[in-house]
């Protein structure tokens, strides 16, 4: 009787333990969030192709200056979505 009591409640725990990590482990893009990955690639490289020639040489040449200006535009992009999505 004890054991069964002993297997029930480490069977329960096991239980607990997995549906607590089910959100960790699933690995699959939600359809938003494909969806907001999508929009800002596209975005992104909209933006990438309205550079001029002497600009993109200069980004290839220089990852610094290419890792600035990344970020910098993930920034801005980031602030018009906050603001796209302000409450009101």
Not at 56 to 85: F, H, P, Q, T
Request: aromatic share 12%; charged share 25%.
């Amino acid at each position: 009787m004890h054991l069964k009591k002993w297997l029930i409640s480490i069977a329960f725990m096991v239980i607990i333990f997995f549906s607590l990590c089910v959100n960790y482990t699933y690995s699959q893009l939600s359809p938003t969030k494909r969806r907001e990955l999508m929009v800002a690639y596209m975005n992104g490289y909209y933006q990438a192709l309205q550079l001029d020639a002497e600009e993109i040489s200069k980004l290839k040449s220089d990852k610094k200056i290419l890792k600035k200006k990344v970020m910098e535009a993930g920034e801005e992009y980031a602030n018009i979505i906050d603001i796209m999505n302000q409450s009101k």
